[in-house]
């Protein structure tokens, strides 16, 4: 895959008719980029849910752990301090802090895994189709397989009411 | 798509999203106003103030402050708490009410949770200025040590060390989450080289792909699944730091769920009073509206009414538990030596926020930005109150004491907030004031054009 096709839709709406219009001929859309999320669209290109909530559940369970087995290591094995003959194994003044471990390790595991998938970070290079996508703009991309079917694609496009066809090549 | 014809659009003004994303943005653009000049160069002198009296606490100690042998927290704790208590109103608006699915969180949760940054920042900082070394700080997380000491894990002030450095750490990953994909809209629009390269950087390359975007969406909600706990959690441990203990008028049960009702009045009570301003000077009024000021306001009515109740709760209870000192804290505290700071208290926290029953009084922006400071000062008499009268006359008469502020803690509480206000200022001509992205997703079925569309 060389070379694909940009184009666009002004409205949110229009994109998610359009797209279904032209999925049902065959055309292939590889990537669709819109300034706000669009409800529906997962389902018209048939992605699966997110797995990021697993992560984040044990992310959160590693933590939860970590935070009551160190305290319990602490306080029974590594330094045993007597507070006014209270049990060194005390369970309930645990739980705060294993709770706020539970929090912070579900959180950061899922934001990096969150990061990692998406290919963000600091630094990132992504190629950005276009710089209205971001504004107003929910364009489309379509990969062009074999280049003879490229001017078909395009007919197909345009009778869908996408604007601003424009073949372009990977670089 | 259904839209209610009853519900007041939440976005005024016909507009398209190549508008909100100019609108939005616009504050960033250009030279800063004259006010901004002067906001700023305000708070930084307060926040040099505050400077100097650190440098001072540092060099002397605290004996520069007004602390005495029996009342050891005095100012500096009541403004831990009170800030912390502030920054909880960011938390509840862009986590809350997104598992909520309240739509209006979309004009106001950014600011909000920038605000939740800088004052728990601010918060932070007590404790550890207390402590006296500040450089000694980091003893309180558990470390291997030559000493072979841990910390204690039995102790609430611990707890508070985890809840609080938690609670700005998930505050900071989920407010940035949030920040990205307008830090690519900022991107995008950037004309200047060096601003686009810095964007760029900062916005890790967001592309507003589908994929991206349905991550996003999963791990937005996931973090205010998590955040929503937490912030009951922090503000539960900040009580827990004297609920725990035996002094008359901490040694009480209600204190959890009365310190985190409190926390989001007051929070609220600081996002009115900085957003009223900023939506007049940002001129983003058809963004932040009445309607949504309305909303706070309601929040404000049942948080103070909440709190209201639990004072007198407090009070009642302390008289049916028939524990002698237990009720001479609480007749102290409405008759003693530091009865008007209860009566301000009183006055700011249940009584004037009451007018916002007042339909006329909650749609007046003059009149909120007014109580929302009442609120304010409020909130910050009752951690005084519950902090000063319970401790300065406890169970032995002998050691009585009062307590009077120092010049030196005077100037370390007007440099938090020199601080906390020149962040804010700088946070408006640094990233959009307003989720963009989000407010597009709701502008469809909450903004006004579409409206009309729908009912002609």
Known sequence: MNKYITAYYNDEEDLLKGLREILKKGVKVADVLSPFPVHGLDTVLGLRRSRLTRVAFWGGAVGAILGFGFQAWVFTKAYPLNFGGKPFFAVPAFIPVTFEMAVLFAAFSMVFAYLIHNNLGPGSRNVIHDERITDDRFLFVVPIEDEQQAGAIEETLKAAGALGITLKTKE | ?456
């Open chain 2, 1 to 456: 798509m259904y839209v209610s014809p009853i519900r007041e659009p939440l976005i005024k003004g016909s507009k398209d999203y190549g508008q909100v994303t100019k609108d939005i943005l616009s504050p960033m653009a250009g030279k800063p106003s004259k006010y901004w000049y002067m906001g700023i160069t305000l708070s930084g002198t307060a926040a040099l103030f505050g400077a100097w009296a650190t440098f001072v606490t540092v060099y002397y100690g605290i004996g520069t402050w007004g602390l005495n042998k029996t009342i050891g927290w005095a100012w500096d704790i009541t403004n831990f708490v009170w800030w912390v208590g502030i920054g909880h109103a960011g938390t509840f608006i862009s986590a809350i009410l997104l598992l909520f699915r309240q739509k209006w969180r979309t004009s106001i949760n950014r600011s909000a949770e920038a605000m939740t940054l800088m004052a728990i920042a601010m918060a932070g900082f007590f404790p550890l200025i207390h402590m006296g070394r500040l450089l000694l700080g980091f003893f309180i997380f558990p470390y291997p040590n030559t000493r072979a000491l841990w910390v204690n894990f039995n102790s609430p002030l611990l707890w508070d060390v985890f809840a609080i450095t938690t609670y700005l750490l998930v505050s900071l990953i989920f407010w940035y989450v949030g920040l990205i994909p307008d830090l690519g809209t900022v991107r995008d629009k950037a004309t200047g080289k060096i601003k686009k390269a810095i964007y760029g950087f900062l916005s890790f390359g967001w592309t507003g792909s589908v994929r991206q975007w349905t991550r996003h969406e999963t791990v937005s909600l996931i973090l205010a699944g998590l955040a929503a706990p937490l912030v009951f959690s922090v503000h539960t441990i900040v009580s827990f730091d004297f609920a725990t203990s035996v002094i008359p008028g901490w040694h009480t049960t209600i204190f959890p769920p009365y310190f985190v009702s409190g926390a989001v009045f007051s929070g609220f009570a600081m996002v009115l009073t900085l957003l009223i301003v900023a939506r007049k000077a940002l001129n983003l009024e058809e963004y932040i509206t009445i309607g949504h000021i309305e909303n706070m306001n309601k929040v404000i009515i049942i948080t103070g009414s909440i709190v209201g109740i639990a004072y007198i709760t407090e009070f009642f209870i302390a008289w049916y538990s028939g524990v002698e000192y237990e009720m001479y804290t609480f007749v102290n505290r409405a008759t003693g030596p530091y009865a008007w700071a209860y009566w301000i208290m009183m006055t700011c926290n249940v009584i004037t926020p009451q007018l916002f029953w007042i339909k006329k009084i909650r749609t007046n922006v003059v009149a909120t930005f007014i109580i929302s400071i009442f609120v304010n000062i409020g909130m910050w008499f009752e951690r005084f109150v519950i902090v000063v009268t319970s401790l300065h006359r406890d169970y032995l008469p002998s050691s009585w004491s009062m307590y009077k502020p120092t010049f030196v803690e005077v100037a370390l509480f007007v440099g938090t907030l020199g601080i906390f206000f020149t962040l804010f200022l700088l946070f408006i001509r640094v990233f959009p004031v307003i989720a963009i992205a989000e407010v597009k997703s709701v502008l469809k079925s909450a903004g006004e054009n579409k409206k009309e569309l729908h009912h002609e």
